[in-house]
Every structure is written in structure tokens, then in C-alpha cells.
């Protein structure tokens, strides 16, 4: 580009820019000059949260760098090696996503810190970061609950539903509450979304419904007799031919579910 060129455009523009705040002062026009003003602003509302993500994702990073560096903190120094780029890239990447999430950031600090510990770094599976980006706080707290739930690697959960009468096998009936448990009261921020919880965590591989009953401790009569059963049957009205009936399941930790609380949760 020459600089007559550059001259014509530069003059050209200037005219442009002259126009423009001559239109602001002319309202019945199509003014050029508030489209001019009001783009830039449109565009710093919208995106005026994201600025907010990205400085507080770069001090989620912060904080999760030295936060793995406590977790590493009794590792003797010749165990420490460098992360797989397939763990560390991306979960660096998703930790900004989760700048305002204590419990999402712990389960990547502790990913990242088994991947640099060589005795742990085989149980550092990549599917891991995946797993943690499809999951809500709440749903790690629950595979919490399992690394620190007694030892157990099970749940018991209960279905509450309308059955025929008529029937010695049940195999037509009507579900009024599934997936029920209530051992997560007063620890996930959503109680009532946890059946939703549990089956986006069995769909990410990490437990398993089993129509089977483990009661060691009387579990499965205290969400029998628990107060949103006993409420549920009372304001439920019965059909003729019909009657409540319970079913006892469990959920189990999968063998990927066993070592992702393992690496990321423990």
C-alpha cells in the first residue's frame, strides 16, 4: 500500500467520522453515530461477564496450582514427575470453568497431584477431566460420601409406586418416587435434584443401579418410615385395584467409579 493510498483512506475515514457525529446531532436522520456508540457498549454488556470468568479463572489456576502443591507437599521429591499433557492441559483448561466451585476444583487438584506422583500417575486416567466437566458440585460431593462414607462402596436407595392388586407379579405399576435416599440432606445444596444426580452418575460410568438389598443397619426401614414417604402416601390417592408397594435397589461404585474416587476424591 503506497502512501497515496494510505492518504485516501485516512481522508475517507475522517469523513466517515465526521459524518457520524454530525448524525448524533440530527435525530430524525439514521444516525451512524449512535450505532457507532451503541455497538461498543452493546458488546461490553455482553461481554462484560466474561472478563469477570477470565480473571477469576486465571486465579481458580492460581489457586489450584498451589493448592496441588500442598497435596504434594509429603511426596518425596524423587516420585515427582511431569503430568500426561492429555490430564494436564485439558484440566488446567476446565479449571477456569470452575472458578466459583470448591468441590469441582478439589477433584482436579487431586487428579493433577496423582499425576505427578509416579506411584499414582497409573491411576490418573484421562477420561477423568471429562468426567469432572459433565459434573455439578453437588454430585461430587456425593462421590465424597463414598470415599468417606464408612468404607462402603454402596448405597441403599428405595422406589415408591402404585401396584394392581391383582397381580402376584408386579409387573404393571405406577412410580411415584424413585431413586430415593435422604443420607445427602443437609449436604448436597439441592437435595431434591439428587435422584437426577445419581443417574447422571451412573450414565458417566461411575455407579451402577442393582436390583438387589444390602441392609446391614436397618437403612432401607428408615427411608421406608422417613417423612417425605410417609407424606407421599398420605396426599396420594388410591385407585380401586391398587396399593403402595416399595422396592429395595443399591448403588454401587463401578470398578471406574472405585478408582476415580481413588485418584480424585480420596
Known sequence: MND?????????????????????????????????SLIPRTVGVLLGRWKV?????????????????????GVPE???CEPAPNVVVPAIQQLSYSYDSAELRRLYV????????????GGAHPSFVNLIGQMTPDE????AWFAAGEGRDYMPIVDLRLVRTDQIIKH????LLENYTNVFDGIVEEPG??????????????????????DEGGEYPRLEQSEKILRLK???ALDEGWCFDITRNVYRLTRLGKRFVECCVA
Not at 4 to 28: I, N
Not at 140 to 143: C, D, E, H, Q, V
Open 172 to 175: 404393571t405399576w405406577r412410580p
Open 140 to 143: 461430587a460431593k456425593i462421590m
Open 110 to 121: 487431586n487428579l493433577l497431584a496423582a499425576s505427578m506422583d509416579r506411584e499414582r500417575r
Open 4 to 36: 497515496e493510498t494510505t492518504k485516501e483512506l485516512a481522508r475517507q475515514t475522517s469523513g466517515v467520522l465526521e459524518k457520524a457525529y454530525d448524525d448524533a446531532l440530527h435525530p430524525s436522520a439514521v444516525s451512524i453515530g449512535d450505532t457507532a
Open 234 to 236: 398420605e396426599t396420594t
Open 193 to 214: 435434584n439428587v435422584p437426577l444426580s445419581l443417574d447422571n452418575l451412573e450414565r458417566l460410568g461411575l455407579i451402577s443401579e442393582e436390583e438387589f438389598a444390602i
Open 78 to 80: 524423587e516420585r515427582l
Open 53 to 73: 470468568w477470565v480473571v477469576n479463572g486465571e486465579r481458580s489456576i492460581d489457586l489450584a496450582i498451589s493448592q496441588v502443591a500442598e497435596r504434594l507437599e
